[in-house]
């Protein structure tokens, strides 16, 4: 076995595996590259050249152990972060996905306009010469006809062509029409042709027998980087944060817009803007009311618990054994259920209560809900963390308080309490921290309801600020990245700050067990 | 007795009610799964008729691909948790073992990282896996593949501290006996240290699989397709809101998935409790 892990059978089957993993890691590099993807790519190349140089030299130990779990870690963990960083200095949001290259081709092909009088023509499509992608149209009211090719228009009298009952031109001299199987092939391409008619409007095919006439309103001057309107003479510039907008109307853009920095234009929102500010408050305090109730609620009834089942009393184990199930049961499946349970009409809340109360759909109702299922999840965890920690108080010490005549409340009060909460407080922070981004039990439960989303209010009476987060990146209406990463900031700073103030009050207590 | 009364009754009243409390929801689910109405109104808390009904539905209704699900979580939660043990363990072992510079500094920048809830990232990793999916659509957005490398991220810091706290506890003598005769770190790993932490390396492979198989907001933004579903994901969806339709079969579905997760959870109590005080509340 040892000689295994010296001998050549064994370099042989490290060189064989790094050599795999290096091919694929190559291809994905260059799929990669070939893609556009050069962050992505520049992160494998590096991996690989790590890789191999971790493996192959002697450079570092540790690092060899290290060398899997950090590149996952920097892959999914870090690099996530770095970019939720980074995308809260962005204005990344609906209408401003896209890069601004292709900003401006879809700024350019969006701002068109049909003629005054709505002209369209029938047509065909075919090619001319034999090679050149054109249209036959015909204005069968004027009695037009003419060949249409991306830079030119040819004119044809009414005899170079042969017309069908509805004097729509079918044939002309060097043109042929695209046969059905073409057609189907070429749909994209026909989707997005301009053929010429004079040089101010083009001809826009809108299916493969009509076109309809549109001129240009906008022209991109590309030595400027403006779009100019040529019916107005109106000039839109770069205005820094993704969009063209009018020079002379700054609220004036063109969309879609890019992504852009706005530097700390997400972060100033959160305080200044008050259709961000005063949702985010709301919710804010929400959350923490949620959190604290939930550990405290939990933590009592957990040591109440605990108390009462401090004595070997008869079912003890009965009492324990089903006690920890809530705790055991995926969170998921119980929050589903209890879902079910507050259902108006069905649900066996009201029916075991007698009464017809529309739980999530009231403010208070759904938030004492939301309270009841997170006790219910959460008591066992208090309960079994209590138990622990009563017995690992001395049993002199309540003697000797005994003795000197202390009554049990008293006791309890004055000795087991103190020490319960300094043993528990890292615990009860701990689950501060998680409670306070709960997701599941809200986005399963209320979805973060009631909300009346009238005025565009996606805040909902019990949405904490993680799914209230959720809503402003996925949700339905509009969705904004940049805002959203901006308060994941924000968040991570606060449960980070609460957690290492338990940790380090952890470390203390380590002194004194 | 009036000493007993005094002594022991309200202990328990206490109990009884917390018990009750407790079995509720879950003694509700039994009796909807096996109500041949199916539905979620309970006209009686003590069931009348029984039938098999909502189960044979789970596994025969075309519409409702429950195997299916099951087999995903299950490929899904088990790669997880051998894939991030096997990650995470040499990690965990050069942390606790091994000496370098900058341990200190790497063990608290684990710790910090360790705290940017994996939910926060949700719209960054959403959008580098987009962008994953342009170049390799076997690894990206809406893949398992691409879950599955998502979860092994986010699983190795956790994984790392928890293995790191129990390795902690493993004697030191033996991997300082096997290095004065000379064998290398990598031989220490391999032959001391991974057969002595098995027990403790199979605690955390169990524990990863039970978070994974509950994680629920990655495989719903993850998992378009009804077929590449997760359990979790996929019974949401099932009832998505409308309770009163489906709910017989969602009850049967819910307590099938949850009798393994259960088993497993009570048979490692006492492990679970002892890496949940080292700072980590389960989800």
């Known amino acids: 076995m040892v000689a295994f892990f010296r001998g050549k059978l064994a370099f042989a089957f490290k060189a064989v595996l790094l050599a795999g993993i290096s091919a694929l890691l190559v291809l994905l590099l260059i799929s990669a590259l070939g893609q556009k993807q050069y962050a992505i790519g520049i992160f494998l190349i590096l991996v690989v050249i790590g890789l191999n140089f971790t493996y192959l030299t002697k450079v570092s130990i540790p690092l060899k ?100 009952e509805y004097q729509v031109a079918t044939e002309a001299s060097n043109f042929k029409a ?13 989707s997005t042709s301009r053929f010429f008619y004079t040089s101010e409007f083009f001809i826009a095919l809108e299916g493969f027998d ?102 070997p009393i008869r079912g003890r184990r009965i009492y324990r054994s089903i006690l920890i199930l809530p705790y055991a049961m995926p969170s998921v499946m119980s929050i589903l259920i209890w879902g079910g349970m507050f259902n108006t009409e069905f649900g066996a809340i009201n029916q075991l209560l007698g009464t017809d109360i529309a739980w999530f759909q009231s403010v208070t109702f759904a938030r004492v809900a939301v309270i009841v299922v997170n006790l219910w999840l959460g008591f066992p965890y208090f309960y079994l963390v209590s138990s622990g920690a009563l017995q690992a108080i001395p049993s002199e010490l309540n003697e000797a308080a005994a003795i000197d005549g202390a009554s049990p409340r008293q006791i309890f009060s004055k000795i087991t309490l103190p020490l319960l909460l300094r043993i528990l407080s890292p615990l009860l922070i701990a689950s501060f921290a998680f409670n306070f981004n709960n997701f599941n039990l809200i986005y399963l439960l209320t979805g973060g309801g009631p909300k009346s989303t009238l005025d565009g209010d996606i805040a909902g009476a019990t949405d904490i600020l993680i799914s209230y987060t959720y809503q402003i990146a996925f949700g339905s209406f509009t969705q904004d990245l940049g805002l959203a990463s901006a308060i994941s900031v924000v968040i991570f700073l606060l449960v980070a700050s609460i957690s290492l103030y338990g940790i380090r009050k952890s470390k203390v207590l380590e002194s004194f067990v | 007795m009036m000493k007993w009364l005094r002594e022991n009754l309200w202990r328990h009243v206490v109990g009884i009610f917390m018990v009750l409390f407790a079995i509720f929801p879950l003694y509700l689910v039994v009796i909807s799964s096996i109500n041949p109405s199916g539905s979620l109104q309970v006209t009686s808390f003590i069931p009348r008729e029984f039938s098999w009904k909502n189960y ?15 087999k995903n979580s299950l490929v899904i939660s088990v790669s997880v948790a051998l894939l991030s043990v096997v990650i995470s363990a040499s990690s965990a072992f050069a942390f606790s073992r091994l000496k370098f510079k900058g341990k200190k500094s790497g063990i608290q920048l684990l710790l910090l990282i360790q705290m940017f809830p994996a939910i926060l990232a949700l719209s960054a990793v959403y959008v580098i896996m987009e962008r994953v999916a342009v170049f390799a659509p076997h690894f990206g957005l809406g893949t398992q593949p691409g879950l599955l490398l998502v979860y092994l991220g986010g699983a190795m810091g956790v994984n790392i501290w928890l293995l790191k706290g129990f390795v902690d506890s493993i004697p030191a003598e033996l991997d300082e006996a096997a290095k004065i005769d000379g064998a290398s770190a990598m031989q220490t790993y391999w032959l001391i240290f991974v057969p002595l932490a098995a027990p403790v390396l199979a605690v955390v492979s169990l524990l990863s699989f039970i978070g994974t198989f509950n994680e629920f907001i990655l495989a719903r933004l993850f998992l378009v397709d009804m077929g590449s579903r997760t359990i979790a994901v996929g019974l949401q969806g099932f009832i998505g809101g409308q309770y009163s339709q489906n709910w017989g079969p969602f009850a049967a579905g819910s307590l099938i998935a949850s009798v393994p997760i259960v088993i497993i959870f009570l048979s490692l109590q006492k492990y679970i409790i002892s890496g949940l005080t080292a700072g980590s509340v389960k989800g």
């Open chain 1, 178 to 190: 695209l046969a059905d199987a073409e057609l189907a092939g070429a749909d994209k391409l026909l």
């Open chain 1, 210 to 311: 009509v076109g309809a006439l549109y001129r240009q309103k906008l022209n991109f001057l590309a030595n400027q980087d403006a779009f100019q309107n040529i019916a107005t003479g109106a000039i839109y510039k770069d205005n820094g944060k993704g969009n063209y907008a009018n020079v002379d109307v700054p609220g004036e853009i063109l969309e879609p817009g890019w992504r852009a920095p706005v530097w700390f234009e997400n972060y100033s929102k959160l305080f200044l803007d008050p259709k961000v500010r005063e949702p985010l408050i709301r919710v804010f305090i929400w959350t923490v009311v949620f959190a604290v109730s939930s550990v405290l609620t939990s933590f009592a009834f957990g040591l109440l618990l605990a108390l009462a089942l401090n004595k």
């Open chain 2, 56 to 70: 044979q539905m789970l596994f025969n209704d075309p519409t409702i691909p429950y195997l299916t699900w099951m």
């Open chain 1, 65 to 164: 152990f290290f060398y899997p779990g950090l590149i996952f870690l920097l892959g999914f963990v870090v690099a996530p972060i770095v970019f939720t960083l980074t995308m809260s200095t962005y204005n990344y949001k609906t209408g401003n996905y896209i890069g601004k290259t292709e900003a401006i081709t879809q700024i350019q092909k969006l701002a068109i306009e049909p003629d005054a009088s709505g002209s369209t023509f029938d047509i065909i499509v075919g090619k001319y010469n034999g090679t050149e992608s054109a249209i036959l149209a015909s204005d069968t009211v004027k009695k037009q006809y003419f060949i249409s090719t991306y830079d030119k228009r040819i004119d044809l009298n009414v005899t170079d062509i042969k017309v069908n």
